[in-house]
Structure formats: structure tokens, C-alpha cells
């Protein structure tokens, strides 16, 4: 079973616009990371924003985390047509390091 | 580039049939997990292994089996193959005592007809 849910499940923008993708999650969690994928390919770590952390930013990602909702939000400023891709929460609860993913929001960025 | 590796990328197997795929870890991470990823969906998690012994399990039946071997690379083998078993297959490794992002492989692509 997945964790998380994305929100939206697709989403299409022009190159230039801000995407904002939405997570949700129901268990409480050690951390949450963002991870991207493009059409049938791995998964590459974006982000990672701890339980005790409320926003984190890595370049033109922004990302925040509201654990008494229990949801999160990848924003991505100044879009371009090479963020094109599926792009997945995912929650870490517990010992170990399984990563329990939600179904993602594929974004398409028109150039 | 993650430095996890996989192979097959691509294979086509029929029901009932049985399937191994390999995964190389990163250098210096002694964790490797595995995931499942139907089309469509986020991956799934299968199961993980530490120090060669499964060290956590998902929602997946026993034929669904791994090994790790000593220089920390890996096996998924899955048995008596399903058509539902069609999916993208992540490796994925990472430092079992840093709770920090997985790396992951290209995957391998199993189709079952």
C-alpha cells in the first residue's frame, strides 16, 4: 500500500511558471524526500526535509512540511521544459531505511 | 549518475517462469533495497537486505526472494511469475545507519506474458 498521495496527478504548465505538487501522508515520519523520475527511468533524489524542519531550499526547489497536517509541498520556481517528469514524495518512518512512496504527479512543462 | 547499476535493463518472460535480476551496489553503501513500480504508480517496497540477511520486508509474497552477497551487490529472484508481476524493478542503496536518500538504479523493465 502507499503512504502518501500526490496531488495533482498531472500537471501542465508553460516554461517560466511555478509548479506546486502537494503530498500527503498518514503515519508520523522520521523525514520526507522528494524524488524525481523521468519516463521510465530511476529515481533521483531531490530533497530531504526532516520531521523537525518546517521549509528547505535547494536551488529552485522549495520545499515544506506540515506535520500536524501531515502534508508536504514541492514548489519549483521558474520552470523549464527539462523538469519535464514524475515526481514522487516519499516518507521514512521507523527503523531502516524503507521509503514509502505515493503515486506522483506527473508535470509536463510546455518550452 | 547514482553508481548503482542493474541488469537486465529489459527482459520478457511467461507465466509461470522464474526471473533473477542483479543490482550492483554504490561503493561504500552495505544496504541494498528493492522496489516494485507498476505503471502508473509510485514504486513499492519489496524488501531490504543488510549484511547478507533481509533486514525488512514489504506486502510481497515469498516468491519474491534475495540474496546479498559479500561485496554487497544483489539478487531479486521471483518465482511461478504472474502477468501482475510486469513492472519496473528499482535497486536502490544507501548507508544502513544514515537515514538519508536512497540511490537508485535504472531499473530493470521484466514483461510477463
Known amino acids: 500500500s502507499q503512504q502518501g498521495e500526490e496531488d495533482p496527478q498531472a500537471l501542465s504548465i508553460q516554461e517560466g511558471e511555478n509548479a506546486t505538487m502537494n503530498c500527503s501522508y498518514k503515519t508520523s515520519i522520521n523525514n520526507l524526500q522528494w524524488y524525481r523520475q523521468n519516463s521510465g527511468r530511476g529515481l533521483v533524489h531531490l530533497i530531504l526535509i526532516r520531521s523537525n524542519e518546517r521549509e528547505k531550499h535547494s536551488g529552485r526547489l522549495r520545499v515544506t512540511l506540515d506535520t500536524s497536517k501531515k502534508s508536504s509541498s514541492l514548489l519549483i520556481t521558474a520552470s523549464r521544459a527539462a523538469d519535464t517528469a514524475s515526481y514522487f514524495c516519499a516518507t521514512l518512518s521507523g527503523a531502516g531505511n524503507m521509503l514509502t512512496f505515493g503515486g506522483g504527479t506527473r508535470l509536463m512543462v510546455k518550452p | 549518475e547514482t553508481g548503482v547499476t542493474q541488469s537486465p535493463t529489459h527482459l520478457i518472460k511467461t507465466r509461470g517462469q522464474q526471473v533473477t535480476l542483479r543490482c550492483s551496489s554504490q561503493s561504500g553503501h552495505n544496504t541494498v533495497s528493492w522496489y516494485q513500480q507498476a505503471l502508473g504508480q509510485g514504486p513499492q517496497f519489496i524488501f531490504q537486505?543488510?549484511?547478507?540477511?533481509?533486514?525488512g520486508r514489504g506486502n510481497f509474497p515469498p516468491r519474491f526472494s534475495g540474496l546479498q552477497f559479500p561485496n554487497y551487490s544483489s539478487e531479486l529472484n521471483v518465482n511461478a511469475l504472474e502477468l501482475d508481476d510486469s513492472a519496473l524493478y528499482l535497486c536502490?542503496?544507501?548507508?544502513?545507519?544514515?537515514?538519508?536518500?536512497?540511490?537508485f538504479g535504472e531499473g530493470s523493465r521484466l514483461t510477463v506474458l
Open positions: 536502490a542503496s544507501n548507508i544502513l545507519d544514515v537515514p538519508g536518500e536512497l540511490f
Open positions: 537486505y543488510y549484511r547478507e540477511e533481509e533486514n
